[in-house]
């Protein structure tokens, strides 16, 4: 294996464990303490994700939902 595989293999387990760490309860209760939503939290991880992997339209697709979504929360324009 390449430094490039290892690389992009490293990454992928780092995205594996933040979608895990997401769909924990005791964690989901921590970020909503926060006021943190966890779903959109959730799609902002897929969007980091497809953005790794080249997915522009993917993660300009999911990136931008959320952006939006943030923005409509505070009362702000997107």
Known sequence: MDT???AEN???EVLD???VLLKNQEIG????ERGVN??????????????I??????AA????TAAE????????PA
């Not at 209760?29 to 909503?32: E, K, M, N, S, V």
């Not at 966890?38 to 897929?46: E, Q």
């Not at 979504?69 to 702000?76: D, M, P």
């Open 4 to 6: 490039a595989d290892t």
């Open 10 to 12: 490293e990454l992928d």
């Open 17 to 19: 464990d933040l979608d």
């Open 29 to 32: 209760a921590l970020l909503t």
């Open 38 to 51: 966890t779903s959109l939290a959730i799609v902002i991880a897929d969007g980091l994700r497809a953005y």
């Open 53 to 58: 992997e080249g997915k522009k339209e993917e």
């Open 61 to 64: 697709d999911d990136l931008g």
């Open 69 to 76: 979504e943030i923005a409509a929360r505070l009362g702000r």
